[in-house]
């Protein structure tokens, strides 16, 4: 099946640091992934729709500036948390979906990455 | 915007215990409705969909969900369950606004004791 890779699943930094996560679509290519934010004991929060070539389209409340989203590719997406403080702390996960129709497929999610902020 | 609501947040059973999992969605209009799981440690995984067609829908692993629109509802059913069900169970809507991503709603934490 359709297979989404996080990297890295687990990173710590230091407040005031930046970091980059990527995601991937392994077996298929993906003209749009989405991003999440999972907080503990809570449900997804859609961040971000991210559109290969293209600008991504945040949520309301999101921080665009601080949530750098690069989709340089049919099968790469990376979410930068720029300037990373301790409430940036949390599980991010990326989605994206096989083919262009919403009904094509359903989406497939990575493993997530949990950020720790120092 | 289409939304879902699960109203259990957690969940104990025993095993062969029946099962049934609430949600309901606000959107008055055609809605696409799935449910996720999330084993410990890994990533979401389908369950099941409804798009259109028959009310009842089959999934994975011995799942169905009944989708009633005069209650706005979509729950989810196993009629008998297993120690390796426990995991965490999210409801979801198609949101046609923001790219079709999916909405979802607060999750619902499943334990299976033997």
């Known amino acids: 099946g359709a297979v989404v890779s996080q990297h890295p699943s687990r990173v710590i930094c230091k407040s005031g640091t930046s970091v980059k996560i990527e995601c991937r679509s392994l077996?298929?290519?993906?003209?749009?992934m989405f991003w999440y934010r999972q907080f503990p004991k809570q449900s997804l929060m859609l961040m971000a729709t991210?559109?290969?070539?293209?600008?991504?389209?945040?949520e309301q409340g999101v921080e665009k500036d601080k949530f750098l989203i690069n989709h340089a590719s049919l099968t790469l997406s990376t979410l930068t948390v720029t300037s990373a403080h301790p409430e940036d702390s949390s599980f991010y996960i990326c989605?994206?979906?096989?083919?262009?129709?919403?009904?094509?497929?359903?989406?497939?999610f990575g493993n997530g990455t949990r950020l720790t902020v120092t | 915007a289409q939304s879902v609501s699960q109203h259990n947040h957690h969940v104990i059973l025993s095993e062969a215990a029946s099962l049934e999992l609430g949600c309901n969605y606000s959107y008055g209009g055609t809605v696409n409705l799935f449910w996720y799981v999330q084993y410990p440690g890994q990533h979401l995984q389908l369950l099941l969909k409804?798009?259109?067609?028959?009310?009842l829908v089959k999934g994975i692993k011995g799942f169905e969900a009944e989708f009633i629109k005069s209650k706005f509802s979509f729950n989810l059913r196993k009629p008998s369950v297993q120690w390796s069900d426990t995991a965490e169970y999210f409801c979801?809507?198609?949101?046609?606004?923001?790219?079709?991503?999916?909405?979802f709603g607060k999750g619902t934490s499943l334990l299976v004791t033997p």
């Open positions: 979801a809507v198609l949101n046609s606004n923001s790219g079709y991503a999916l909405n």
């Open positions: 077996d298929f290519q993906a003209t749009t």
């Open positions: 989605s994206a979906r096989v083919g262009e129709g919403y009904n094509s497929s359903p989406l497939h």
């Open positions: 409804y798009f259109s067609g028959d009310p």
């Open positions: 991210s559109n290969e070539g293209s600008k991504a389209t945040y």
